[in-house]
């Protein structure tokens, strides 16, 4: 394996342990009050999903290099995680200014995404 697969692979194991830390933690404090499938909630994770699919795809095609797929997995692990600490406070619900806050930081990935793979 080279150095890019390995941290590849301990990136996204570092973002799927905070996925279920913050899970867990949210299901201990309030075990009832989580609402699967809250519409600003799967917005965000679904554009989270489309951009590490995108930077994958820019990686896959030698658009994207190691140091610029790091760079843009590091910002969406930030998203990730201002996120699952909005939904924390609010029983795994996101008002709508942080949904705001979160596709705006969102739109600047994602252009940044957009100009790598096109220059």
């Known amino acids: 394996m080279?150095?890019?697969?390995?941290f590849r692979f301990s990136l996204m194991g570092l973002?799927?342990?905070?996925a279920f830390a913050s899970g867990a933690a949210m299901a201990q404090a309030t075990?009832?009050?989580t609402v699967p499938g809250h519409p600003r909630v799967n917005?965000?994770?679904?554009?989270?999903?489309?951009?590490?699919?995108?930077?994958?795809?820019?990686?896959?095609?030698g658009q994207v290099?190691?140091?610029?797929?790091?760079?843009?997995e590091k910002h969406d692990a930030n998203i990730a995680q201002r996120e699952s600490a909005d939904e924390a406070e609010h029983n795994?619900?996101?008002?709508?200014?942080e949904q705001r806050n979160l596709n705006k930081s969102e739109n600047k990935?994602?252009?940044?995404?957009?100009?790598?793979?096109?220059?």
Do not use: C, F, M
């Open 31 to 33: 075990p009832d009050a």
């Open 65 to 72: 290099n190691a140091r610029q797929e790091a760079r843009d």
């Open 92 to 97: 795994g619900h996101l008002t709508k200014q």
């Open 43 to 61: 917005e965000v994770n679904k554009r989270l999903d489309n951009q590490q699919n995108r930077i994958q795809n820019g990686v896959a095609g």
């Open 2 to 6: 080279n150095t890019k697969t390995v």
């Open 15 to 18: 973002l799927v342990s905070a």
């Open 109 to 119: 990935n994602s252009k940044r995404i957009h100009r790598q793979r096109t220059n």
